[in-house]
């Protein structure tokens, strides 16, 4: 992997880690329901691209290994496991859709909330 790449997944892990510590309950991050609109707004957005960048790896995986560039050191052959893999990211592909457009519904519904007493 690539310094890049690896620093890249890095941030992405980061990003979510410190997201959740700051939206943990005693925290005081979050002042208004605007604010869990746009949390939610942002995570739809992020969650919508993560089937591209999952067919992206499989996609780099299936090339490499009909080029025969990938070996598995267990006795079933690479093909074998690269169609695993595959798969997997196939379900995670779809459980990615469905959680952004869940996202995309919970934040219709959270972009109608406001304040009680009407404080912003």
Known sequence: MS???REAADRAVDAIRELTR???AGQDHLHCPGDVS???AGL???TGQLPRLLAHVASWLTTEGRCGRIDYDGSDPAQYWIGQVN???SEALAGADQLAAALG???GAARGQTPAGGAR
């Open 3 to 5: 310094d890049q790449t």
């Open 22 to 24: 700051l939206t943990a």
């Open 38 to 40: 746009e949390v939610i």
């Open 44 to 46: 739809q957005v992020r």
């Open 87 to 89: 798969a997997s990211l």
């Open 105 to 107: 519904e919970a934040h």
